[in-house]
């Protein structure tokens, strides 16, 4: 078994608005928990906005370099449908070979 599979996954709720003012506490927040394996609660989300997902982006490539797994779900419809709009709704799920989440 990895250190990774022997530790605890954590959870952030991701804010209600993520626009421009989100943008950087989100990266603090996300850069806070890199290396453990994340689940992202995107169920109150109910506007996402380019910047912010640029850093889930780049939070997903960066946990998926680190071998760790993330995820976000659950997701609101608003969440899904920015997604769409923005060409990203399967970004957000990697989880490393053998691991689980």
Do not use: T, Y
């Not at 109150?44 to 946990?63: E, F, I, K």
């Amino acid at each position: 078994m990895s250190d990774v599979e022997d530790m605890a996954i954590e959870s952030l709720a991701l804010a209600p608005v993520l626009d421009l003012k989100a943008a950087a506490p989100l990266k603090a927040a996300l850069l806070e928990r890199r290396g453990h394996p994340l689940e992202l609660d995107a169920a109150d989300v109910q506007r996402l906005g380019g910047l912010c997902l640029q850093v889930l982006l780049a939070a997903g490539a960066a946990w998926r370099a680190d071998g760790v797994p993330m995820r976000i779900g659950p997701r609101s419809d608003a969440f899904l449908d920015a997604l769409r709009l923005f060409g990203g709704e399967n970004a957000f799920s990697f989880q490393p070979e053998g691991a689980s989440l």
